[in-house]
């Protein structure tokens, strides 16, 4: 009997999900630093982590976790439109890269399985025989078994 290979559930590349604690402020005044941000974020709740970068256009932005989910949304609708020092800012939530799904092993076995295509048939030695473990509890029936033949 032959083992079949592990098959990979994995995320595409470049799929992208919602940060749910975590925003992205801009355009930031470029005297601004990390403790300026915070100061202006910390109304909304606890904050984590600022990170400054610079934008491909000079300005400046931020990303801002927060410790609540809560509080990034609620960041989120007071800052997105404010007006500070003459610029309008924008608030959108971050996104992040999808994680990658476990890798889940399947080892499948047959045996002695009908054959639809020929009518009563002898087993013989060069049968191919398929066994199947650690399927999900849904699948663990004979019709379902069968049903893939």
Same mark, same amino acid.
């Given at each position: 009997a032959a083992a079949a290979p592990p098959l990979a559930a994995a995320t595409a590349p470049g799929t992208k999900r919602i940060k749910p604690n975590g925003v992205h402020l801009s355009p930031l005044p470029p005297s601004w630093a990390e403790t300026d941000v915070k100061l202006l974020a910390s109304p909304y709740g606890t904050v984590q982590l600022v990170k400054i970068e610079v934008l491909p256009n000079g300005q400046k932005g931020a990303y801002i976790d927060y410790q609540k989910d809560a509080?990034?949304?609620?960041?989120?609708?007071?800052? @997105?439109?404010?007006?500070?020092?003459?610029? #309008?800012?924008?608030c959108a939530m971050q996104? +992040?890269?999808? %994680?990658? #799904? %476990? *890798? #889940?092993? *399947?080892?499948?076995?047959? @045996? +002695?399985?009908?054959?639809?295509?020929r009518p009563e048939v002898e087993p013989r030695l060069d049968d191919r025989e398929l066994f199947l473990t650690d399927l999900p509890r849904a699948s663990r029936t004979e019709e379902s078994a069968a049903s893939w033949a």
């Open positions: 509080a990034a949304s609620m960041a989120k609708g007071g800052l @997105d439109g404010l007006s500070l020092m003459g610029a #309008r800012m924008r996104e +992040e890269p999808e %994680p990658p #799904r %476990p *890798v #889940r092993n *399947v080892v499948l076995y047959l @045996d +002695e399985l009908p054959m639809a295509s």
